[in-house]
């Protein structure tokens, strides 16, 4: 059987695409196409046009031929002559068929339904995305939830936090901002032309009792700065700790982040409202104003990083003062940094409205570090409380289609419980200081679950069921030997 | 007793300053003169710094009690009289002010509030506030705007009756707008100042036909805990196709435009609709209050937090049935007899009058669905179960005669200035 796989974006432009609209589909189509290459031969393809003909090749020496499309279904190709399956992430209970958006009106594909009737099946990763397809399509259009696969063995037997108490080194290419490195004063923000007629005294400050202050952050009580161990560690050639930073982002460069404590990590792009990192930075914020040692790293993606930058800015200004540390790392990060990430991380956190699958935490977990996340929509498959400190959420608020006019709101998205996402970061905060053979365990879980719901032989199953291909044979591995050294598909 | 009482807004400016800084504290002071009235010699001050010590000096001499009841939050206090001074004031987030911010110490409640000595405000959420700021023993009370007395005159019955106001000031009806001209895109494009609104809405007298099921809420546009976008988008949802279902919001601001284009976007965004949304900005004559109080079947607050909301109070002591979330200081008086709740959770939040806008305290986040549910569970109730919105209306009358009748708050103001009285005398 052969499987054309095919996505807007490539190997040779993802780097300038990362946190563009579908820069995701390019990370869904390179790792399918592994478990596809234990079906079949799979080719990629650059140009969709190019199904037909192959399709028509196949069809002469009798052999099966579909086109797997890792695009969303409004840009699927279908004037092709050969069977078209999208794989397609949603994030939405419902999805968009009643076209009110202006700039939908030249593409009938902006219906999905129309799309859907003439592919006459599709795959999405989610049970939540199936249910919205259905509630259009009918309880008997053929869609599955299939998730991505997570092909990265992580070799993990039960992690132990670690950094609690020591540093673990990290090293990073990348723009990378730090909040002890930033200025963060929020009497900054007060402007000289400010006054809202509260009275002043030249004797108030003698004149009114003096209590001690609730909240100014404390001389150091013996937590160790990380910042300040700088001169204790050798920085290799070419390495810096984290350039001071105000209202520009600093320049990419070889960081050393070197995190010391319970380190959280969230992989986001900003500018997708529904990432919510306003919810993000403010409970962690507050939840540690008094911890040095936790530690939030930010890995940031987007078109627009400077705006990405002086946003946070404003959040950490108007949060500090507060001695826990936040981080920020824009760049692409190539694999093997991207591991040493996840091996710095103690719990990777999402705070969104809404997910279509969130590879990132289906990595970090599938390596064994649990999670803060809420377990709503498509997460709703995977996050519990045995793998995550699960963030309360409620169905239902408003909001605009996330690729029309947004002028006028069509579908929802959750709200989250601030106070459910505050005590979540407390309370696996203490998990890891108090009790590590309690997080060792979740560890575990998190890494078997995951494997249990896309590793790779969990979906080449449900491939399998939904291709309707005969299910694993012994005399099936020399195929798959020899498909997989066709080399169609890049690393 | 001589009860000096001072607030920053004068009596006859009120129409004109709606929405200043501060003015809801006049309003607070006139439902508390009848009150003081009863408990002593009420002196109005203009100018405190000059006058209420003189004031306090003749008492003294004569051997009477005299303290000065000053209307307004703790950091615009005259400090350094000789009269006893009591902060009455408001306040509506976890955390107290206790940051000397804008290089001003009294912005630090808890150093003014120290240097006083005691206070009065209007719940019993702020007094436990305030003594998590200041010590289980501050001599604060929680003594509510005295209103419920006065709308015994107005009660009206659970549902309400078509009425027709006319009305000066702004008036806009979401079923006689394009809204189109209003949409995201439209506003964006618009130079500052310059999204037009019809004449109709502007200028002249305006008649306003209000029957059905109105929710009403009054608020002051400019105050942004109110949450008017959350009210909007939740009522348009829960009732969408229900012609005689209305959302009357009536603002209170001397800038009669503000907000309007963004409220009007913002009915947009909500998409088609049979409903409507009317917008009212008119300083109303006392009958037209009135029969906007009859013509209203809910009162609604959907807010992140209230230091006490004289509206709200109003309307349910005349028997109007409230959509409400329980919540810091209307903990006190919501409850699933009175009231359709309307389910909340803290979130980080900013005191509302710290320049910085910096992140001090929290402060309730409503849950929209909730009160998506609440406008249909009181739409069903108003149309279908009348007994039960009888029962409610009447709980709505008793939970405000417990909360802010004259009876309940007179015995609390007086032991609390009594006490203060034998403390100074001691």
Same mark, same amino acid.
């Given at each position: 059987?052969?499987?054309?796989?095919?996505a807007q974006?490539d190997?040779?432009? /993802?780097?300038k695409?990362l946190?563009?609209a579908?820069?995701?589909?390019?990370?869904?189509?390179?790792?399918?196409?592994?478990?596809?290459q234990?079906?079949g031969?799979?080719v990629?393809?650059r140009d969709?046009?190019?199904?037909t003909? /192959?399709h028509?090749?196949?069809?002469?020496?009798?052999?099966q031929c *579909?086109l797997?499309?890792f695009?969303p279904?409004?840009k699927?190709p279908?004037?092709?002559?050969?069977?078209?399956?999208p794989?397609f992430?949603?994030e939405y209970p419902n999805i968009p068929?009643?076209?009110r958006?202006?700039s939908w009106r030249?593409?009938?594909?902006h219906?999905?339904r129309?799309v859907?009737?003439?592919t006459?099946s599709?795959i999405?990763l989610s049970?939540h995305?199936v249910?919205a397809?259905?509630?259009?399509?009918g309880?008997?259009?053929p869609?599955?939830?299939?998730p991505?696969p997570?092909?990265?063995?992580a070799?993990?037997?039960?992690r132990r936090?670690?950094?609690?108490?020591?540093q673990v080194p990290?090293t990073?290419?990348?723009?990378?901002?730090?909040s @002890?490195s930033?200025?963060?004063?929020?009497?900054s923000l007060v402007?000289a032309?400010?006054?809202?007629?509260?009275h002043?005294h030249?004797d108030?400050?003698? @004149?009114?009792?003096?209590?001690?202050p609730? $909240?100014?952050?404390? *001389?150091s009580?013996?937590?160790?700065q990380?910042?300040?161990s700088?001169?204790?560690?050798?920085?290799?050639?070419?390495?810096?700790?984290?350039?001071?930073?105000s209202?520009?982002p600093p320049?990419?460069?070889?960081?050393?982040?070197?995190?010391?404590?319970?380190?959280y990590?969230s992989v986001?792009t900003?500018?997708?409202?529904?990432k919510?990192w306003?919810?993000?930075?403010?409970?962690?914020?507050?939840?540690?104003r008094d911890?040095a040692?936790? /530690?939030?790293i930010?890995?940031?993606?987007?078109?627009?990083l400077?705006?990405?930058?002086?946003e946070?800015?404003?959040?950490?200004t108007k949060?500090s003062p507060?001695k826990?540390?936040?981080l920020s790392?824009?760049?692409?990060?190539p694999?093997e940094?991207?591991?040493?990430?996840q091996?710095?991380?103690t719990f990777?956190v999402?705070t969104?409205?809404?997910e279509?699958?969130c590879?990132?935490?289906v990595?970090f977990?599938?390596?064994?570090?649990?999670a803060?996340?809420?377990?709503h929509?498509a997460?709703?498959?995977?996050?519990?409380?045995?793998i995550?400190? *699960?963030v309360r959420?409620?169905?239902?608020?408003?909001t605009?289609?996330p690729?029309?006019?947004m002028?006028?709101?069509?579908t929802?998205?959750q709200?989250l419980d601030w106070q459910?996402l505050h005590?979540?970061?407390?309370?696996?905060y203490?998990?890891?200081?108090?009790?590590?053979?309690?997080?060792?365990?979740?560890?575990?879980?998190a890494h078997?679950?995951?494997?249990?719901?896309?590793?790779?032989?969990a979906?080449? $199953?449900?491939?399998?069921?939904?291709?309707?291909l005969p299910?694993?044979?012994?005399g099936?591995?020399?195929r798959? *030997?020899a498909s997989?050294?066709s080399?169609a598909v890049?690393p | 007793?001589?009860l000096l009482v001072?607030?920053?807004?004068?009596?006859?400016d009120?129409?004109h300053?709606l929405?200043?800084p501060?003015? &809801?504290y006049r309003?607070?002071l006139?439902e508390f003169?009848?009150?003081?009235r009863q408990?002593g010699?009420?002196?109005?001050?203009?100018r405190?710094e000059?006058e209420?010590d003189?004031?306090?000096?003749a008492?003294?001499?004569r051997g009477e009690d005299c303290?000065?009841?000053?209307?307004m939050p703790?950091n615009?206090v005259?400090?350094?009289l000789a009269?006893?001074?009591?902060?009455?004031?408001?306040?509506?987030?976890?955390t107290?002010?206790?940051?000397?911010?804008n290089?001003?110490p009294r912005?630090?409640?808890r150093?003014?509030?120290?240097?006083?000595?005691?206070a009065?405000?209007h719940?019993?959420y702020?007094?436990?506030r305030?003594?998590?700021a200041l010590?289980?023993t501050?001599p604060?009370?929680s003594?509510?705007?005295?209103?419920w007395?006065?709308?015994q005159?107005?009660r009206?019955?659970?549902s309400s009756?078509r009425?027709v106001?006319?009305t000066?000031?702004?008036v806009i009806?979401?079923?006689?707008v394009?809204?189109?001209r209003y949409?995201?895109?439209a506003?964006? &494009?618009?130079?500052?100042?310059e999204v037009?609104?019809?004449a109709?809405?502007?200028d002249?007298?305006k008649?306003v036909?209000?029957?059905g099921t109105?929710?009403? &809420?009054?608020f002051?546009?400019?105050?942004?805990?109110?949450?008017?976008?959350?009210?909007?988008?939740a009522f348009c949802?829960?009732?969408?196709d229900r %012609?005689?279902?209305?959302l009357?919001?009536k603002?209170?601001h001397?800038d009669?435009?503000?907000?309007?284009?963004e409220?009007?976007?913002t009915?947009y965004r909500?998409g088609p609709m049979?409903?409507?949304?009317?917008?009212?900005n008119?300083?109303?004559?006392q009958h037209?209050?009135e029969?906007?109080?009859?013509?209203?079947t809910?009162a609604?607050?959907a807010?992140?937090g209230?230091g006490?909301c004289l509206?709200?109070m109003?309307y349910?002591s005349a028997?109007?049935?409230?959509?409400?979330?329980?919540?810091?200081?209307?903990?006190?008086?919501?409850?699933?007899n009175?009231?359709?709740?309307?389910?909340?959770? %803290?979130e980080l939040?900013?005191? %509302?009058?710290?320049?910085r806008?910096a992140?001090?305290?929290?402060?309730q986040?409503?849950?929209y669905?909730?009160?998506?549910?609440?406008?249909r569970?009181a739409?069903y109730?108003?149309?279908?179960?009348?007994?039960?919105?009888a029962a409610?209306?009447?709980?709505?009358?008793?939970?405000?005669?417990r909360y802010?009748s004259?009876?309940?708050?007179?015995s609390?103001l007086l032991?609390?200035?009594?006490?203060?009285a034998?403390r100074?005398?001691?």
């Open positions: 059987m052969k499987f054309l796989v095919y974006v190997q040779g432009n /993802i780097g695409k946190g563009t579908d820069y995701s589909y390019f990370f869904l189509l390179r790792t399918f196409s592994e478990v596809l234990e079906l031969d799979v990629q393809l969709p046009q190019e199904a003909a /192959i028509a090749q196949c069809a002469a020496v009798g052999e *579909v797997f499309s695009t279904p409004h699927t279908l004037e092709l002559g050969c069977p078209t399956i794989v992430a949603w068929e009643d076209i958006e202006e030249d593409d009938p594909r219906d999905w129309y859907f009737h003439r006459g599709a999405a049970t995305t249910d397809v259905k509630k259009s399509m309880p008997h259009f869609i599955a939830a299939i991505a997570l092909t990265r063995r070799m993990l037997t039960g936090p670690v950094g609690i108490g020591h990290l990073l290419v990348a723009s990378v901002a730090d @002890r930033m200025g963060l004063d929020s009497d402007a032309t400010d006054d809202d007629g509260t002043f030249p108030d400050a003698e @004149r009114l009792p003096l209590l001690l609730v $909240r100014a952050v404390a *001389v009580d013996g937590d160790v990380v910042g300040d700088g001169e204790e560690v050798l920085l290799a050639e070419g390495e810096q700790w984290p350039l001071p930073c209202w520009d320049p990419p460069a070889r960081v050393r982040l070197d995190p010391q404590g319970v380190v990590t986001l900003p500018e997708a409202g529904r919510n306003g919810d993000l930075l403010t409970a962690f914020c507050w939840a540690f911890n040692d936790a /530690i939030l930010l890995k940031i993606a987007g078109t627009d400077l705006r990405c930058h002086r946070l800015l404003m959040w950490l949060l507060f826990c540390r936040v790392v824009s760049g692409f990060l694999d940094d991207y591991a040493a990430l091996d710095a991380t990777y999402n969104s409205l809404c279509g699958l590879l990132p935490l990595e977990l599938g390596s064994g570090i649990p803060i996340a809420p377990d929509t997460m709703a498959d995977y996050i519990n409380s045995d995550a400190f *699960v959420s409620f169905p239902g608020e408003p605009v289609w690729h029309g006019d002028q006028m709101d069509s929802s998205f709200q459910s005590d979540a970061f407390r309370r696996s203490e998990m890891a200081t108090l009790a590590p053979e309690r997080y060792a365990a979740m560890s575990l879980r078997e679950t995951i494997q249990d719901y896309c590793g790779p032989g979906v080449k $199953r449900q491939l399998q069921r939904f291709l309707e299910s694993e044979a012994h099936n591995d020399a798959q *030997v997989c050294e080399g890049e | 007793m001589n001072y607030t920053s807004t004068a009596d006859g009120l129409p300053r929405g200043a501060e003015y &809801s309003f607070v006139r003169l009848p009150l003081l408990l010699t009420v002196i109005e001050i203009a405190p000059l209420v003189p004031i306090y000096h008492c003294r001499a303290f000065f009841l000053c209307f703790p615009k005259p400090l350094g009269c006893p001074t009591i902060p009455v004031f408001a306040w509506e987030y976890d107290l002010p206790d940051e000397p911010f290089g001003k912005n630090d409640w150093r003014v509030l120290s240097l006083v000595g005691a009065l405000t719940s019993s702020t007094v436990e305030v003594r998590a010590g289980s501050f604060v009370t003594v509510p705007a005295p209103l007395d006065r709308m005159s107005l009206s019955p659970a009756e009425v106001l006319n000066e000031g702004l009806d979401s079923r006689k394009d809204l189109a949409s995201k895109s506003l964006q &494009s618009a130079q500052p100042g037009e609104l019809p109709a809405c502007t002249g007298i008649q036909t209000l029957e109105v929710f009403t &809420s009054v002051n546009p400019g105050d942004g805990r109110k949450n008017w976008r959350l009210m909007i988008l949802e829960a009732l969408r %012609p005689d279902a209305t009357l919001l603002l209170t001397h009669r435009l503000l907000l309007a284009p409220i009007l976007e009915i909500a049979a409903g409507r949304v009317v917008l009212m008119a300083y109303l004559a037209d209050y029969l906007l109080l009859k013509g209203t809910f609604l607050n807010s992140h209230e006490q509206p709200l109003e349910m028997g109007k049935v409230a959509i409400a979330p329980r919540h810091t200081s209307m903990a006190d008086y919501i409850d699933e009175c009231a359709f709740i309307v389910d909340s959770s %803290p939040g900013a005191w %509302p009058h710290d320049p806008q992140f001090r305290t929290t402060r986040r409503i849950h669905q909730s009160l998506v549910s609440a406008f569970c739409y109730v108003a149309r279908h179960e009348p007994e039960v919105h409610m209306s009447r709980a709505a009358v008793e939970s405000q005669r802010c004259m009876e309940v708050v007179r609390r032991a609390s200035l009594e006490g203060l034998e100074r005398v001691a």
